[in-house]
């Protein structure tokens, strides 16, 4: 890989969860602190404050495990995937930023997040999630099963328009159901993680 290192002998490294894909750092390599990382799988840095090669987790144990190594375009800016152990940053955080490195399912959490915050309100008046939610567990399940025989249904068929609609309308009642029930997507990816295994 060939690599553009600054007037200093340095190339800035964005460390990305492999996983959850959130940042979770930024540091500066040399070509030895690159070759070392390479060698032991666990991320290098050079410390331009202590002047030497600095392993992630060397005093801590809170590792960066290397799973790859990309260069941006101009090939003077690497991104590094990594499974961390542990939290990231210095003062005890998952990342530099002070964020939780947590999976985040882009629009599906943000719905979750509106479902939860309907059924807190309670507003049956002015919202269907809070009225369906007041007539208990067993209509919400009910719920996701019509819309699973509907999305069947179409899926038979051959328009894809309906297919995608009745599907849109399962998703969200099964994340409803999944908050009905005290789970959140989150939990779902566990359990398959641990299928996955």
Same mark, same amino acid.
């Given at each position: ?108 959490? +943000? &719905?979750? *997040? =509106?479902? @939860? $915050? ?65 789970? +959140? &997507?989150? *939990? =779902?990816? @566990? $359990? ?6």
């Amino acid at each position: 890989m060939e690599i553009k290192y600054d007037s200093n002998g340095l190339v800035p490294a964005i460390i990305q969860d492999a996983t959850t894909k959130n940042v979770l750092m930024l540091g500066y390599m040399n070509e030895e602190a690159y070759q070392k990382t390479l060698e032991i799988k666990k991320v290098t840095f050079f410390s331009r404050s202590k002047q030497r090669l600095w392993t992630k987790g060397e005093e801590s144990g809170n590792f960066l495990n290397l799973v790859s190594i990309k260069n941006d375009c101009d090939n003077d800016t690497l991104i590094i995937q990594v499974n961390p152990v542990g939290p990231t940053c210095h003062t005890g955080t998952d990342t530099c930023w002070s964020e939780e490195n947590t999976s985040n399912f882009g629009f599906f959490s +943000t &719905l979750e *997040d =509106i479902i @939860a $915050e309907r059924v807190a309100n309670k507003d049956t008046s002015n919202s269907y999630v809070a009225k369906l939610f007041s007539k208990g567990i067993n209509k919400v399940a009910q719920k996701v099963g019509e819309e699973a025989v509907e999305t069947v249904i179409e899926a038979m068929d051959n328009n894809d328009e309906l297919f995608l609609y009745e599907s849109a309308d399962l998703l969200f009642h099964y994340l409803m159901l999944l908050q009905a029930k005290g789970f +959140t &997507l989150k *939990d =779902i990816e @566990a $359990e398959l993680k641990g299928r996955h295994k």
